[in-house]
């Protein structure tokens, strides 16, 4: 049976990876030839990547993965790669010097945090192309030199969900879960659509297996430090959730719930070496995708799409390999028959017949609540469709059954360990 599971995981992850022609904002990342690869490789091209962590963070480690990926797409040599961490709003202008200074004539910011100084850099060196990843204001930025993409990685998160889910009605048969609880945690690293987009497609995902699961969601308000990661970790174990989500850039939370026996789905990295027992799977951003379409577009001199995203049906987003020992059973043929639906574009993930916020319908919400309007274009055909303007995700409120939790855990265990 292993052996049959191991085969069937191996066809999802050919399936997963099977890529298709991109639409508007959803541009094409196509192999390229050996022509195209000599070009690139014999031109003067050189690229700039400017990371917020350090080299031990995991969203640096996967798009450094990435980056990798594309030059064998490519062709370009490590010569014309130019990689600068511990990026931030107060030394990016300087790190873009040093770039530009050594011939870069594309960079890429994986920070959305930056897109503010991304865009005065672009105003400041008309001639390099700025790629900022996560960013909103490609078009009203007024410069040409200046782009945004993203992939949808909720819709990966959705299909996280549903393996956590599987998870949690197995523990809850089991007696390792409480019905009547807060029974999911979720870690982000800061309050943004983005975190929460995924929360709730996380969340979603959880409910297409257990309806009335529960959500703790915790926000560390620091980016890529461990121990801050940690921390907000065990404040949810010390909570008593039963499986757990995260939106982080370390492995701190992968690591704490191996430490608590909770079943964990991680973000940018396969967790299996940190949590072998307990790290179901991981969401995964394919970054080469935009990377190798952006520079070759560039080497080409052809234009670049102002804002583009691509998600699961084109192979930007998909989960890393499940772990058959420890998934619940049936999961594989759930996984399969999800992702299948996303790459169709059958699944709605935001199904707002599955939720309320304030126990009113989504639909009502847009009509009746100003503070809601702005999602009004958005919601057709029973589903709130996140990304369809926008690389960017807009979704930015909880649904109900899920909560921020703030009550320090750890400190009221102390507190009760000193009597």
């Known amino acids: 049976m292993k052996r049959f599971t191991a085969a069937l995981l191996a066809l999802l992850l050919a399936m997963s990876l099977a890529g298709c022609g991109l639409s508007r904002k959803k541009a094409e ?20 990547f400017l990371f917020s962590g350090d080299s031990e963070a995991t969203s640096t480690i996967a798009r450094k993965n990435d980056i990798e990926k594309m030059q064998g797409a490519t062709g370009l040599t490590d010569s014309q790669i130019i990689t600068v961490e511990n990026v931030k709003k107060d030394n990016i202008g300087k790190k873009v ?33 700025f790629c900022q990843e996560g960013g909103r204001k ?27 889910g599987k998870k949690l009605v197995e523990r809850l048969n089991n007696g390792k879960a409480e019905p009547y609880s807060f029974q999911v945690g979720f870690v982000a690293d800061k309050k943004s659509p983005e975190a929460i987009s995924c929360a709730m497609a996380f969340f979603l995902g959880i409910k297409r297996s257990y309806s009335r699961a529960q959500m703790y969601i915790r926000y ?37 719930c191996a430490e608590n026996d909770i079943p964990v789905v991680g ?15 991981s969401v995964l951003s394919d970054w080469s995708m935009y990377y190798t379409y952006a520079i070759d577009q560039l080497d080409k001199g052809q234009p670049i799409d102002k804002d583009w995203s ?6 930007a987003n998909i989960i890393s390999q499940l772990n058959d020992q420890y998934i619940a059973a049936e999961t594989v043929y759930d996984v399969a028959d999800l992702e299948k639906n996303i790459r ?8 707002t017949q599955n939720f309320t916020i304030g126990e009113q319908k989504l639909e009502d919400l847009v009509k009746a609540d100003k503070e809601y309007s702005h999602f009004k274009p958005y919601v057709k055909g029973g589903q709130y469709m996140e990304c ?10 909880l649904i109900d059954g899920s909560e921020v939790s703030d009550y320090d855990y750890i400190r009221a265990q102390e507190a009760e360990s000193q009597y």
Request: with cysteine.
């Open 29 to 48: 990342s196509s192999t390229e030839s050996k022509e195209s690869q000599e070009k690139v490789e014999n031109s003067n091209l050189k690229a700039g």
């Open 97 to 129: 010097k040093e770039l530009v200074d050594q011939g870069c004539s594309i960079i890429f910011c994986t920070d959305c945090d930056l897109e503010g100084k991304t865009i005065k850099c672009a105003a400041k060196y008309p001639d390099v192309v």
């Open 138 to 164: 490609a078009d009203e930025s007024g410069q040409s030199n200046y782009y945004t993409y993203n992939t949808r990685m909720f819709e990966a998160y959705h299909v996280g969900g549903l393996v956590a």
């Open 220 to 256: 560390v308000g620091s980016e890529g430090v461990y121990d801050d990661d940690g921390k907000e970790a065990k404040q949810l174990a010390l909570a008593g959730v039963s499986v757990m989500g995260e939106y982080t850039s370390t492995t701190a939370v992968a690591a704490v």
């Open 267 to 281: 973000r940018d990295l396969g967790m299996l070496d940190v949590a072998p027992k307990d790290a179901l799977t």
């Open 310 to 315: 691509a998600g699961y049906a084109e192979g």
């Open 344 to 351: 169709a574009g059958k699944a709605k993930i935001f199904n």
């Open 388 to 397: 369809k303007e926008h690389s960017a995700p807009e979704w930015d409120v």
